[in-house]
């Protein structure tokens, strides 16, 4: 009885795979898994021990690069990487490397010790400025500078004067011309607007 019944499982297993056979000749899938067998074959007959050899080195480097990927948490970076990317800020980086780079390549050593003494000089200055408090009233005189817009209005100053002194005839020369010339108001109020300048900056430095 036992022998009848293994022998029906085994005809019920054989038309299953009669069917799955089937299936995969009517899809294709059949030729498709013989192409893959037989690239897989000819590619083992091609591989030698050192081709096996550096292949399994490959997977073990790459496995171990992935893994030091995971632990230093890279991941989290990539969004960022991402960004820099589509917004071109990554392509600018890696021109501004390869500046400083070929910068690097073109000092000398004698450069270099040139630029270190300016750099210490440089430092020892702004050291000085600031323990003697230079640099805070530089930055109070800067201030009420801007606030009361007398940089602003000296460059302007400047501009206007370099535009109205290209365009203005030749002086004339002489007493009669230095006295034409004093007779202006506007000689007179900018001899004036120096002379008071003279008188404050004499009494700032009579106070030190």
Known sequence: MSAVMAETSHEEELAKSREALGHLVENGDLERIVHLARLLGAAQDSMSDEMVGRMAGLASDGLDLLDRVHRSQVVHALPAISALVENGDLERIVHLARL??????????????????????????????????????????????DQEH?????????????????????PKGGLTGLWELIKQPETQQTIQFLMLLGKHFRSCRLKH
């Open 150 to 170: 007398i940089l602003t209005d000296f460059l302007r100053c400047l501009a206007g004067a370099t535009e109205e002194a290209a365009h203005a005839p030749p």
């Open 100 to 145: 400083l780079g070929a910068a690097q390549d073109s000092m000398s050593d004698e450069i270099v010790t040139r630029l270190a003494g300016m750099a210490s000089k440089a430092l020892c200055l702004l050291d000085q400025a600031t323990r003697t408090d230079v640099m805070e009233r530089m930055v109070t005189v800067a201030e009420k500078m």
